[in-house]
């Protein structure tokens, strides 16, 4: 139990660690050149999570790798999908989250 006084806002609502969150209405990811252009996205802009939509993938058990172009780059992220297959046939709908590497090691853990 809290003692009276305390403010618990401050208590739960404090963050472990800085992250930075988007969302993005990506319109596809069913090109390789769009995915890419999402990895350099993230990349330049140090998001950890992404909020994505009209992903147009509706497989909800996939999880894409995405990775900036350049072999250096150590940055890779994970865009984990979901969609309604009955909603496929129009190709409009589906809806994701990019996260970093950093965010999907804290979210299986």
Same mark, same amino acid.
């Given at each position: ?6 403010n618990t ?13 988007a969302?993005?209405n990506?319109r596809t990811?069913?090109q390789?050149g769009?995915?890419?252009g999402?990895?350099?996205s993230l990349?330049? @802009?140090?998001?950890d999570?992404?909020c =994505? #939509?009209?992903t147009?993938?509706?497989?909800s058990g *996939? ?8 072999v ?7 865009v ?10 129009s190709? @409009?709908?589906?809806?994701?989250v990019? =996260? #970093? ?7 299986? *853990?």
């Open positions: 139990m809290l003692p009276p006084n305390t806002e401050a208590v739960f609502l404090k963050p472990r660690a800085q992250f930075k969150l969302a993005f990506v990811l069913m390789v769009q995915q890419i999402l990895a350099m990349e330049s @802009l140090n998001i999570v992404c =994505l #939509s009209e147009r993938i509706q497989d *996939e999880v894409l790798q995405i990775r900036f172009p350049y250096a780059s150590k940055s890779l992220f994970y984990r999908l979901s969609g309604d297959p009955v909603a496929s046939s190709g @409009l709908a589906g809806v994701g990019a =996260l #970093s590497a950093r965010a999907e090691a804290a979210l299986v *853990e």
